[in-house]
Structure formats: structure tokens, C-alpha cells
């Protein structure tokens, strides 16, 4: 555990040395905004639902956020019950909290923001078009460094987010894709069955 925690502070270390600046205090606040809530997402998982090309993309969206919210946010963080970097104790006196994002009251592990960004990311790239997949993808992997970069997540934070995302991502595709389906069929089967 300590040598994740030095691991950890040494990424905060270099965030501060070699990355801070005022441009990128902006971009990054504006990034990290945009994840709260997963409204960002959420509003993508709204306007693919409504499109008849990617209705079935826009409901794996909405099942990977859900799995996020309920396994990230209901389970895992309050299993686990890392606080927040800015609420450790041992908050290294040479390190600054930047203060460029209100201090969230939930527990740190893993990054929610991470994790429902992933959940999201991850059905739009293996549904969508490239030109739609890929950018959701980097911008699920900006929102994580944001995390960072703001020091509201530990690295091991986001790291964890992205993992779990991309398996809640995976989990929403296979549901949607595969077994919905295949319920779907096998209730047929037994209705022409029956009749």
C-alpha cells in the first residue's frame, strides 16, 4: 500500500511541476465539469436513443452508465472507503490542492467520473462509427487525467475508473447485443411452442 501511495504522490508531483499552467487549468476544469454527473454522457445516450441507426447504442450507453452507478458509485466506493486525496491525512505539506473544482464529498475509489465515461466510451466506439467512437474515447480518457490534474482522484483512482468503465462498457454491449436477443428469441420459440 505505501508504494502505491508514493506512486500516487509522485504523479501529483508531476502534474505540478511539468503540467500546471493557466490554460490548462481551464481546459481541464471545463473537462472535469463536463463529466459530472455523467450528464455529458448522458445527454450522448438521449441523442443515440432517439436516432434509429444507433437506438441500440444509445441503450448500451444508458446500461453501462447504470452498471457505473450502481457497482463504482453503490458498491466499490463504499467497500473500499478511500477518501479523497484532499482529506487524507497525510497530505504532504509540499503538495497544493489547486482548488479549481469544489471539493467533492464522496469517497475516491474508483473515479466515478472515469468509470461512467468508460461505461459510455467504450459502446459508442464498438457501435458507432469511428468519426463518433474514437472521439468519445480520448474524451473519456481527458476526463480521467482531469481528475487527476484537479487532484480530486488519486492516478490509482482513474486507473481503476478505467478499468471497471471498459468492463461496464463491455457488459452493456454483450447485453444489448447478444443476450437481450437471445431472451428475446427464446420467449418466441416457447410462445410458437405453445401455440
Known amino acids: 500500500m505505501d508504494f502505491i501511495t508514493s506512486l500516487d504522490w509522485r504523479i501529483f508531483q508531476f ?3 511539468y503540467l500546471w499552467n493557466p490554460v490548462l487549468n481551464v481546459i481541464m476544469t471545463v473537462i472535469t465539469t463536463l463529466g459530472d454527473g455523467g450528464i455529458i ?3 450522448c445516450a438521449i441523442c443515440l436513443l432517439i436516432t434509429k441507426k444507433y437506438r441500440k447504442v444509445g441503450a448500451m450507453v444508458a446500461c453501462g452508465l447504470i452498471f457505473s452507478l450502481i457497482f463504482t458509485d453503490a458498491v466499490f466506493k463504499p467497500l473500499i472507503e478511500r477518501v479523497r486525496p484532499f482529506n487524507f491525512d497525510g497530505w504532504p505539506a509540499e503538495f497544493v490542492f489547486p ?3 469544489e471539493r467533492p464529498q464522496s469517497l475516491s475509489f474508483p473515479s466515478g467520473h472515469t468509470s461512467s465515461s468508460f ?3 467504450v ?3 464498438l457501435g458507432c462509427k469511428k468519426q463518433i467512437g474514437i472521439p ?3 474524451f473519456a ?3 480521467g487525467i482531469s481528475r487527476i490534474y484537479v ?3 488519486y492516478a490509482t483512482d482513474v486507473i481503476a475508473g478505467f478499468v471497471f468503465g471498459v468492463l461496464y462498457g463491455l457488459a452493456a454491449y454483450y447485453l444489448v447485443t447478444k443476450l437481450i436477443p437471445l431472451i428475446i428469441k427464446k420467449l418466441k420459440e416457447r410462445k410458437t411452442k405453445k401455440a
Open 119 to 121: 461505461a459510455a466510451a
Open 123 to 125: 459502446p459508442m466506439l
Open 141 to 143: 480518457f481527458f476526463v
Open 136 to 138: 468519445a474515447v480520448i
Open 15 to 17: 502534474f505540478e511541476e
Open 41 to 43: 454522457w448522458i445527454v
Open 99 to 101: 482548488d479549481l473544482v
Open 151 to 153: 487532484h480530486v482522484h
